[in-house]
């Protein structure tokens, strides 16, 4: 597709439960940025590839936050044992290349609900 | 850490109106972009800045960036229903191994009634 694409949509999930979160970018593009974004707020960051390289992981809240990119292009981020804090919006974005000007393009989300 | 204040957080307008968004920090950063956010979807792009003292016009929307890279301001003349919407400046760090990683403001949500 043209543009980036975040499967499911939309995940609900008991706490406690492990929840994967798929994102597509464009491709060919370089970089890779997943966000969280809570209700009303900003997205914060949470990780960075550049290609299957994570060269930046500091945003992850905890250890039971994973991301991987194995192949350079899919990217997954996994939550283990899901906690109610966990509930938000995460997006993923992709940018062409690796340089502080470059767009980011951001896919519609995934809306995570914990109960 | 670097932190993006961004007011008012609400704006609520008649049609017809000027609004003016403030993003203000006390880092450095070395591009500084707008992005719109509709519900249920992804920021989108508006425009990026990059040198101090620059502004850049987008049909109603004037976009500027303080001499010192560490502010801007987004400006909407005669604002209307489809602007409403929120909006959200980051501002892009470079170097070290997170080159373009963008910290968010707390977003504007702008209401603009008919």
């Known amino acids: 597709g043209a543009g980036v694409s975040q499967s499911p949509r939309y995940k609900v999930a008991k706490r406690g439960q492990d929840v994967a979160l798929r994102c597509d970018p464009i491709?060919?593009?370089?970089?890779l940025f997943w966000y969280q974004q809570a209700l009303g707020q900003g997205p914060e960051f949470l990780t960075y590839f550049q290609n299957e390289a994570q060269l930046d992981k500091s945003g992850l809240p905890s250890d039971r936050f994973f991301a991987e990119r194995p192949e350079g292009s899919v990217s997954t981020l996994k939550i283990q044992r899901t906690q109610q804090e966990d509930s938000a919006v995460y997006l993923c974005?992709?940018?062409?290349?690796?340089?502080?000007?470059?767009?980011?393009?951001f896919g519609d989300g995934t809306r995570l609900s914990i109960l | 850490t670097q932190l993006l204040e961004q007011s008012p957080q609400f704006l609520s307008i008649q049609e017809g109106e000027n609004l003016t968004v403030y993003c203000n920090s006390s880092s450095v950063f070395s591009s500084l972009q707008w992005y719109r956010q509709e519900p249920g979807e992804g920021p989108v792009l508006l425009v990026t800045v990059v040198t101090g003292g620059e502004v850049k016009k987008l049909k109603r929307l004037t976009f500027q960036f303080g001499d010192a890279r560490k502010d801007s301001s987004l400006h909407i003349t005669a604002a209307q229903p489809g602007d409403t919407g929120l909006y959200l400046c980051a501002g892009a760090s470079a170097g070290g191994t997170s080159y373009g990683k963008l910290t968010f403001g707390q977003g504007t949500i702008l209401t603009v009634h008919p």
């Open positions: 974005a992709s940018s062409l290349a690796r340089r502080f000007n470059q767009p980011q393009h």
């Open positions: 491709s060919g593009h370089v970089s």
